[in-house]
């Protein structure tokens, strides 16, 4: 009953000052707030980018088209099943681990980071606990982005706070936390809850979480990200005009690794994205210089949902030497000359066989 009374006095206060949380201001139902399960054992899994082959087609306006094939031998080195979440491959003029770039969200110059959530926070004196998301993967895109597809889904209430971090040589320097369905620079004026509910301005554990698993890129040419299970959004069915789209594999996919398994996951597209990434002069240099090549795969071990947090991202980054082609650029280290790619029903994963 305290819970509840709370958080009706709370949206009274909000239609009061206009300030503490986003409108609607009818209040139908709160997701409740998510308490932290403990760390445990994760799947070990190796990614390895085998093929890559793309190739630069005609700009029109602002937009160049791009045509790509792209395979990552996964395997899952662990005793249990696993099951794999989400599948990305970049491909940039460099990437880098850890946090360095100036970029909260993303861009040319970008850094991988991921929303997280706190029970509560007092940002200028005043108490926040209860938050409004305007689309399902907000925490994930915040507004940079902007696209009408990827802020597509049902807003929902829920209980605690959304933040998310600003990095510069892998030193945070701003925070940023959703208020009225914005990320707003809340730097010097938070502190928040932990999982203690000791009030805080910083919190270690995050901070090595977030620094441990971030990359860095720039010089960004293309990539996708595959995301398995139901659920979330997906750009497949529009194109973007981004570097990197997201797409969702059919739910009937089976997104389990047996224990000590290898698949092959394919990422395939022709699409338009912002001449911006594909300058005449960074696409002259591929004839000389290498590449870097990132591939990551983001996963849980089978079982442990709701009992314990075993929640991994293992990535590959290398730099390779592109082989020019006659219809453009390509990276081959599993196939040869009399085999060819054969595609499962879905569309996601791939077998090597003869060539008839």
């Known amino acids: 009953m305290k819970i509840g ?3 009706i006095l709370i949206g009274i206060l909000s239609m009061l000052v206009g300030t ?3 409108s609607p201001l009818l209040i139908l139902e709160i997701r409740p707030y998510s308490e932290p399960l403990p760390k445990g054992p994760t ?4 990614v390895n980018v085998v093929y890559a082959n793309f190739s630069i087609g005609d700009t029109t306006g602002s937009l160049t088209d791009i045509s790509y094939f792209v395979v990552l031998n996964i395997t899952n080195n662990s005793d249990d099943w696993a099951n794999v979440n989400l599948v990305q491959f970049s491909a940039a003029q460099n990437i880098t681990k ?3 770039s100036d970029s909260p969200f993303s861009g040319k110059n970008w850094t991988s980071s991921l929303g997280w959530e706190a029970k509560g926070a007092w940002v200028d004196g ?3 606990n209860l938050t409004w998301v305007p689309f399902p993967g907000f925490y994930l895109y915040g507004e940079a982005i ?3 597809k990827l802020m597509e889904g049902e807003g929902y209430w829920m209980e605690g706070v959304q933040l998310k971090d600003k990095c510069v040589g892998g030193t945070v320097t701003n925070m940023y936390m959703n208020m009225n369905g914005t990320w707003v620079d809340v730097t010097g004026r938070i502190t928040w809850l932990d999982d203690n509910d000791n009030v805080i301005d910083i919190n270690p554990e ?4 977030h ?3 971030a990359v860095t890129g720039s010089g960004s040419f293309f990539g996708e990200m595959k995301l398995f299970g139901p659920g979330g959004n997906s750009t497949d069915d529009e194109e973007l005009p981004l570097s990197i789209t997201s797409t969702r594999a059919p739910v009937d996919f089976n997104n389990l690794w047996a224990p000590h398994q290898s698949r092959l996951i394919a990422l395939s597209a022709n699409r338009n994205i912002f001449s911006m990434f594909l300058e005449t002069s960074k696409i002259e240099q591929l004839k000389t210089e290498p590449i870097t090549f990132r591939g990551s795969v983001h996963s849980q071990l089978n079982g442990t949902i709701g009992i314990y947090d075993s929640w991994a991202v293992d990535d590959e980054i290398k730099q390779v030497q592109l082989e020019i082609t006659e219809d453009g650029y390509l990276y081959n280290t599993i196939l040869s000359d009399d085999q060819m790619f054969v595609m499962d029903s879905f569309g996601v994963e791939v077998f090597i066989e003869p060539r008839s």
């Open 98 to 100: 850890g946090v360095s």
């Open 211 to 213: 620094t441990s698993t």
């Open 206 to 209: 995050r901070l090595d979480t």
């Open 43 to 46: 799947a070990d899994i190796n």
């Open 20 to 22: 503490a949380f986003a």
């Open 126 to 128: 005043e108490w926040y």
């Open 5 to 7: 009374t709370n958080l």
């Open 146 to 148: 902007g696209t009408d």
